[in-house]
């Protein structure tokens, strides 16, 4: 089989495996196709915890064609018996003569044994098609199952001369339509979206994922799961009255160990979920959070706050990437800034490694990730 052709059924696994993209989590993002003398006879994807495996649904559909067929996977197909048992052992059955894998599974139950139990049955496995492409499908499990925390996504919409908001807090709205609509995408395909008190005293967000918006930028229309909106407060001076909680479904409020009294009873008594953690200088302990986050199966953390929560973010190193909007606007110089990073020494400044970028309307949407160095840490 000619590479060439391996790329383009990979790249169609990866297509199908976004199909799960809002709704996947906290398992992998994974498509499946079989082919039969250049011929897609079987497709599937994961569409969530507790269904079936992409490996499943294309088999079924191949049904006995599958017999000496090759079979593509963004992801290694697993060796263990989940919730469901090994897609391995369904790929054997069906008599499948090869697997193209685009990315081992760095579960600890999964890590190369299944590519090793197809191999040991004399099928032929390739590794690392497209691997890049379909690393970037899976970053936050890939991270969570290596490290046990999230994949840290800080999005921040500012001006051109790099203001957040006005020095009143004011900041609806800095960037357009579509930069917004822009913005529900990473929502919808994060397990959490955060915020701090600062944001929500200013506005009256809810961080719920905007459908309609989102129907704009992704029209596909596949599930959405809800992200788990995390309040971070941690003087408590969000009022449990705020729309944020007009839905208590999906929230969750971090505030500091040694917060007590009325506004911790008032939170209590309506039953919102309330995580404590240690303080870590002027913030509370963001690594801290972070594991939580990852023992709850979160993949993807999305931060959307002000430029305190972001800065602590940075300073505590933990940020794996910015998604920054630019809007061709001044705010003037009594704006807030982007992060909050007092900092005074060239050589301490962070490097941001730019990744992509694009134009949303009339706005830029710069993807980077910060290049953190010893030096840069305050
Ligand atoms: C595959 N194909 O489509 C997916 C895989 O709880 P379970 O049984 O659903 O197992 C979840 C684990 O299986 C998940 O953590 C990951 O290692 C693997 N996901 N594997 O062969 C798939 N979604
Ligand atoms: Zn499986």
């Known amino acids: ?12 696994a990866i297509r199908l495996a976004e199909r799960g993209l809002f709704s996947a989590a ?13 011929v897609e006879i079987g497709s599937g994807w994961h569409p969530g915890t507790g ?15 599958a017999r000496g ?6 992801l290694e197909p697993c060796s263990h018996f989940g919730r469901t048992p090994p897609c391995a052992d369904a790929l054997l059955e069906a008599g499948v003569a090869r697997v193209v894998v685009g990315h081992i599974d760095p579960n600890p139950q999964v890590a190369g044994q299944g590519i090793e139990r197809l191999r040991a049955a004399g099928v032929a496995v390739t590794v690392g098609v497209l691997e890049e492409a379909c690393d970037a499908l899976n970053k936050g499990f890939f ?17 051109l001369d790099g203001r957040t908001a006005m020095a009143s807090g004011e900041s609806q709205w800095i960037t357009g339509e579509e930069a917004r609509a822009d913005v529900q995408y990473w929502r919808a395909r994060s397990c959490a979206v955060l ?16 459908r309609d918006l989102l129907v704009r930028r992704w029209p596909e229309h596949p599930p959405v799961e809800n992200p788990l909106r995390i309040l971070i407060d941690s003087q408590l001076r969000v009022s449990p009255d705020h729309p944020f909680f007009s839905d208590l479904s999906d929230v969750m409020v971090c505030t500091s160990a040694d917060q007590e009294g009325d506004a911790l009873a008032a939170l209590h008594h309506r039953g919102i979920p309330v995580l404590c953690l240690p303080r870590r200088g002027d913030h509370l302990d963001l690594n801290e959070l972070l594991q939580a986050l990852g023992e709850r199966g979160i993949n993807e953390l999305m931060v959307e706050s002000g430029p305190r929560l ?29 992060v909050d990073l007092p900092l005074t020494r060239m050589a301490k400044s ?19 990730v910060p290049e953190y160095t010893t030096e840069s840490a305050l």
């Open 350 to 368: 962070v490097l941001l490694d730019v990744q992509d970028q694009r134009q949303f309307g009339a706005d830029w949407r710069i993807i980077a």
């Open 51 to 65: 269904e079936p495996h992409a490996e499943v649904f294309a088999l079924r559909e191949a049904g006995k064609a």
């Open 195 to 210: 915020t701090g008190a600062d944001t929500l005293l200013h506005d009256q967000a809810r961080l719920k994922v905007r």
């Open 143 to 159: 991270k969570r199952m290596q490290q046990g925390v999230p994949w840290v996504r800080v999005k921040i919409a500012h001006s």
């Open 310 to 338: 972001s800065g602590a973010f940075i300073q505590q190193q933990l940020v794996d990437e910015l998604v920054l909007y630019c809007a061709p606007r001044w705010l003037g110089s009594k704006g807030l800034p982007v």
């Open 1 to 12: 089989m000619m590479a060439g052709q391996d790329e383009h059924w990979m790249q169609r």
């Open 26 to 38: 906290p398992n992998p993002r994974v498509g499946c196709t079989i082919v039969k003398s250049g």
């Open 69 to 74: 067929a090759t079979a593509y996977v963004n």
